[in-house]
């Protein structure tokens, strides 16, 4: 299936018929889940600090009613991430990102671990909108005002 990605219908800007409109608002009806689970708090096998996060995140999104159930999984990546990241922050902080053995300096494993975990956090962060610039994809532009034309007059 090829070109753009299709829009929700709130935000579409191309003109459609009203049936079209109409057809399309029932069928992304149908596709809306609860929110009951994401919720009801992080999942168990998150530690202390991702559990923390999760429940940020979760309690800052509610007002914008940004996620539902199916984005309960992502943010739990983000969150056990977010947590291996700083996780790693700390142990590098300590003990600095190279490593001396014998008369060899090797990169800390921290490095790679915090990498590589960034690497989600930024991956799961774009999927869930947590950036700005993210959520600014789905705001709903509003309808303004139609301009009176000014050529009207000569046409009355």
Not at 34 to 63: C, F, M
Not at 109 to 128: F, G, R, W
Request: glycine content about 6%.
């Amino acid at each position: 299936m090829g070109g753009r990605p299709r829009k929700v219908i709130d935000i579409s800007t191309g003109k459609i018929g009203k049936q079209k409109i109409k057809n399309r608002q029932e069928q992304e009806a149908k596709i809306k889940v609860g929110r009951n689970e994401i919720e009801a708090g992080a999942p168990e096998w998150l530690d202390e600090r991702a559990a923390a996060e999760y429940n940020r995140v979760v309690e800052q999104a509610k007002s914008i009613d940004l996620f539902d159930n199916l984005d309960l999984t992502t943010l739990a990546v983000y969150a056990d991430n977010y947590s291996r990241y700083v996780k790693c922050a700390e142990e590098m902080a300590k003990s600095g990102i190279v490593n001396e053995v014998g008369d060899r300096a090797l990169v800390s494993p921290y490095v790679v671990i915090a990498d590589k975990a960034a690497t989600q956090i930024q991956k799961c962060s774009t999927k869930l909108g947590l950036a700005t610039t993210d959520r600014l994809k789905l705001i709903v532009p509003t309808k303004t005002e139609e301009k009176p034309n000014k050529f009207a007059q000569f046409f009355n």
